[in-house]
């Protein structure tokens, strides 16, 4: 599927349109009624501008500022010449019924091509009376027509009161497609200037969307507006412009998720339509990045794609880039772009070591290469309808995830689990699998699976139990992931960039936009996002800390203890808290630059001394009021009365002088109680001494 969103950008109520067209700089929109008044909307400030009859042939050359306007009229097109005072300068002649649509040759202005009520479409040359060739294959009215912008094929579309929409190749004057599903008569036909699709209208009130390669219905849009009289899309935009019974709006289409993969080295490629492009990062230089912030940078052509590009990867070793569309893959060289291999697939993945690729068929069938050479077909039994690549290579089907490994095909795991998509670490060891609802950490084991083999007892039908361990289990939905040493990062559909390590989910940002991840360049300590605009952001993120909480889930605290100099002191304390969290408190107190949180630890730590060090430090009644109790406790009393004495707390002191029988003690309470002011203390004191 073309997967596109499609968004309504305008809606400009109004008596019945007849037809509507886009300016080609301007965010105009031109449309004439029936009633006869032409308006136009501005379609970024939503004001219209309302003229009559007299002024619309003024403001149509506005839309027509070079050359010729032609007009039908009954059974003749005329051809006026706006330049010399819209003389009627050419008649052409042919059609036995109403003409309904004219439509120029974009590769050819002087070709025309007609609709008419007599069922037929007929081609004209400007200079010639009466029409080159003529389309016959509609069995009603035709209404609408449109040319194929694209260089690649001679096509005209038209429309007719038959319901039916056909494709005609005018070289060799064939009919190559016809479209069947509209409920009721064609109104307006039109080939997406950019996209690879048609636009087609219809009096059932729908507007259907359809691949321009595969001719597969993608999408049927209906807005309520009664009948579609016109659709006219705009060179250049995403624009579309559709006009209705009881109005006009302007819809926008784009690819939901952009085309754009990024190596290990900072090169970014991306498909802008069917053209290649890409980025390097390195060209930033000591440019001063900002986070969220687009990155500025200079733009190389690629070339162009053969087919429309859905999705583009780079290998996992960047040496090739795989372009998949149109149920078909192209792998190219990443450096040249020289086509390498190719062919038909719905998906493709690439084996964690960039040596093997699999791909996917629509009927199921799986297909894996080594080398670029085919090694083995088949079809799993589970089924296949979607794949997945990394360390295994993972199946979908109905009842849930099957892995297998690379090398024989044979069946590791199978998991009752949907996934959406699965992030493998890069030293395969950990992995992310994302559903619709949540994401599971898993630990894969491979040693487990030699094991079981080798034993044979522990292969079930569903193969082997223990060669994953569930790590974690987040209730949120990951959009697109990556990691770096034992750090998941992701981004979640919340549109959140945060990463998850131990159990622990981190915030690096909160974005205000859809964004995907690209990848992360550990030199520059920054992570790179791109968006459906085909602009890279970045934000920064230490590799240090990643490292460094890599070591800690990997108990590796002698890596641990090396990095540690070369986190800033500002980040420390947040790495303390990780620790803390892992369970690792006295590594917490020695890493934590925050005295608040050095103290909490130290009293879970039930270390006096530093407890002690730190309370004198801070010099705070609560602190002293804290350790006193924890002294108590450790029954480390001339401790415990020094924190008393030092918070006043003069109740707690006379507690502990009483219970521990330290008359000399309770003496001197009586008199500093007395001095403060603390009267019942004192007179207690006084009064267990007998004075
Ligand atoms: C035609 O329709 C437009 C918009 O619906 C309206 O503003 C205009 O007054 C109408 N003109 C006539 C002549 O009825
Ligand atoms: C059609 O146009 C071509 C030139 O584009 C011309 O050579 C040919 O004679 C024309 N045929 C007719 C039937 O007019
Ligand atoms: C006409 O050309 C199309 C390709 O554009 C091809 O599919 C079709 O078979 C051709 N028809 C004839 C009759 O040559
Ligand atoms: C479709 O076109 C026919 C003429 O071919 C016309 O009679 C009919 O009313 C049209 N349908 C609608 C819904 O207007």
């Known amino acids: 599927p ?145 040319y194929y912008s694209g260089g690649d094929k001679p096509y005209l579309i038209s429309g007719a009161d038959d319901h039916l929409v056909k494709i005609w190749d005018y070289q060799n004057k064939t009919c190559v497609q016809t479209l069947e599903g509209h409920m009721q008569n064609v109104t307006g036909v039109s080939f997406h200037p950019e996209l690879p699709i048609i636009l087609t209208g219809s009096e059932d009130g729908t507007v259907r969307v359809w691949h321009s390669n595969t001719y597969r219905l993608e999408n049927s849009l209906n807005y309520d507006m009664n009948r579609v009289w016109c659709i006219c899309g705009r060179p250049g935009t995403n624009y579309v412009a559709v006009g209705y019974d009881e109005g006009s709006i302007i819809i926008k289409l ?83 772009f020289r086509s390498k291999s190719f062919g038909s697939a719905e998906e493709f993945v690439w084996a964690h070591d960039s040596s093997q690729y699999a791909t996917r068929e629509g009927n199921n069938v799986v297909k894996i290469f080594k080398n670029f050479k085919p090694k083995k077909t088949f079809k799993p039994s589970f089924g296949a309808e979607e794949i997945f690549g990394g360390f295994l290579l993972g199946m979908k089907s109905n009842n849930g995830l099957a892995f297998y490994d690379w090398e024989n095909i044979h069946l590791i795991r199978r998991v009752e689990i949907q996934p959406k998509h699965i992030f493998w670490s890069e030293s395969g060891k950990l992995l992310c699998i994302a559903t619709d609802e949540s994401f599971f950490l898993l630990r894969f084991l491979p ?11 522990r292969m079930t039908e569903d193969g082997i139990e223990d060669a994953f361990e569930v790590v974690g289990e987040v209730q949120e939905v990951v959009k697109t992931g990556l990691w770096v040493g034992d750090c998941f990062i992701y981004t979640s559909s919340l549109n959140r960039l945060q990463y998850y390590v131990g159990g622990e989910i981190i915030t690096i940002a909160h974005l205000d936009r859809i964004m995907y991840l690209l990848g992360y360049i550990p030199k520059d300590n920054r992570l790179y996002l791109g968006d459906k605009e085909l602009n890279i952001i970045s934000y920064s993120l230490l590799l240090s800390v990643l490292e460094y909480q890599t070591a800690v889930m990997r108990k590796d605290f002698c890596t641990a203890d090396k990095v540690l100099p070369t986190i800033p002191k500002d980040q420390r304390t947040r790495v303390a808290r990780f620790l803390e969290k892992q369970g690792y408190r006295a590594q917490a107190l020695a890493v934590s630059t925050d005295p608040e949180h ?42 415990a009365q020094e924190c008393l004495h030092r918070a006043k707390d003069y109740g707690g002191l006379l507690l502990l002088a009483t219970t521990s029988g330290n008359v000399e003690m309770v003496g001197k309470l009586a008199g500093g109680a007395e001095k403060d002011g603390r009267t019942n203390v004192a007179f207690l004191s006084y009064f267990i001494q007998g004075r």
Not at 308 to 325: E, M
Not at 604 to 628: G, Y
């Open 254 to 336: 784009g690819r939901e998720e952009p085309a754009m993969s990024m190596d290990s080295s900072g090169k970014v490629m991306w498909a802008r339509h069917s053209e290649v492009e890409q980025a390097s990062l390195r060209t930033l230089g000591d440019t001063e990045v900002k986070d969220g912030e687009r990155l500025p940078l200079g733009v190389k052509d690629m070339g162009s794609c053969e087919i429309y590009p859905q999705t583009l990867q780079h290998s996992p070793n960047g040496r090739f880039v795989v372009v998949s569309g149109d149920g078909e893959f192209i792998i190219y060289t990443a450096v040249a």
């Open 2 to 146: 073309l997967r596109l969103e499609i968004k309504r950008w305008l809606t400009a109520r109004s008596e019945r349109v007849k037809s509507v067209d886009l300016h080609s700089t301007e965010p105009w929109m031109l449309v004439s009624l029936y009633n006869g008044t032409v308006m136009v909307w501005n379609h970024d400030t939503q004001v219209t501008s309302i003229t009559h009859q007299e002024n619309s042939k003024r403001l149509a050359s506005i839309f027509y500022l070079k050359g010729f306007v032609c007009f039908e009229d009954d059974m003749l097109i005329k051809l006026w010449d706006w330049e010399r005072k819209w003389l009627c300068s050419q008649v052409f002649e042919g059609h036995t019924h109403y003409v309904m649509q004219i439509v120029i040759n974009p590769k050819d202005n002087n070709q025309f091509a007609s609709a008419s009520l007599d069922r037929t479409i007929k081609v004209w040359q400007l200079g010639s009376r009466t029409p080159n060739f003529t389309l016959e294959g509609h069995e009603k009215g035709v209404n609408c027509v449109d």
């Open 598 to 639: 050095k103290f909490e630890l130290a009293l879970q730590l039930e270390d006096l001394i530093t407890a002690h060090q730190l309370a004198l430090e801070a010099e705070s009644q609560q602190k002293w009021r804290q350790l006193a109790e924890l002294a108590t406790t450790k029954c480390q009393l001339s401790l």
């Open 447 to 457: 040693e487990q699976i030699s094991a079981a083999q080798e034993s044979k007892e």
